[in-house]
């Protein structure tokens, strides 16, 4: 079965300082994930997926297949960054979710 | 935009009480998924359907079951609500996208508390 892991539950950082949240999956084939986050009070939405290659709100995601990672950076982080991150991976037309990171920027 | 709603933000039932949570989207996706949100477990499939009265189980469907009688709406049902099942139910939808995962949006939530 597909698992997604993240080992952190929360992630502390001050503002300005690179972060980076943590994604470690198992599957077998070539794998499709994404980063979701919820804000505070708000749904939780689609940040970025791996085959957009895409940078959102600063944030990037490198799908790393050797060490089966997919981990969120960021250079520089700001208080608005503060929310939950999911990492998932697709499962045909479902997502597999890890266990959410809090991430926490503080001033 | 793509709206997905929820019936009710808070609910506070009894245990043995029947539950019914709904969902409805508006953007005639094909798949509705209902998962349960909880600390340190993340985000558990329960249920999603990928067409009218077609459902398949998630990884949790023990003690739930689901209705989706009309595209835009797909309900979640507690037949005999436990207090293992207090928790926060998030709704999806998404297009049906042969071949791929297709972004999920998601509802509000509903914040289901049994005592």
């Known amino acids: 079965a597909q698992r997604v892991t993240q080992p952190e539950k929360l992630l502390s950082v001050f503002k300005g300082a690179p972060v980076e949240l943590k994604c470690n999956y198992s599957y077998s084939g070539s794998p499709e994930l994404f980063w979701y986050v919820q804000y505070s009070r708000q749904r939780l939405q689609l940040l970025l997926r791996h085959i957009s290659r895409e940078s959102i709100k600063g944030f990037t995601a490198d799908l790393n297949k050797g060490e089966t990672s997919f981990h969120l950076k960021k250079p520089f982080a700001q208080e608005e960054d503060s929310a939950m991150y999911y990492c998932a991976l697709s499962e045909g037309n479902k997502l597999v979710f890890g266990a959410g990171t809090i991430l926490r920027v503080k001033s | 935009d793509v709206k997905v709603t929820q019936s009710s933000r808070y609910l506070v039932k009894r245990t043995g009480e029947k539950v019914f949570l709904e969902c409805v989207q508006d953007?005639?996706?094909?798949?509705m998924f209902w998962y349960r949100q909880d600390p340190g477990l993340g985000l558990r499939l329960i249920y999603f359907?990928?067409?009218?009265?077609?459902?398949e189980k998630g990884d949790i469907p023990e003690g739930y079951s689901v209705s989706r009688e009309k595209k835009e709406r797909f309900s979640l049902i507690l037949e005999s609500a436990s207090t293992n099942q207090t928790s926060m139910y998030l709704c999806a939808s998404s297009w049906g996208l042969a071949g791929g995962t297709d972004t999920q949006y998601f509802g509000p939530g509903t914040r289901l508390t049994v005592l």
């Open positions: 359907s990928y067409d009218v009265k077609m459902k």
């Open positions: 953007m005639d996706h094909e798949n």
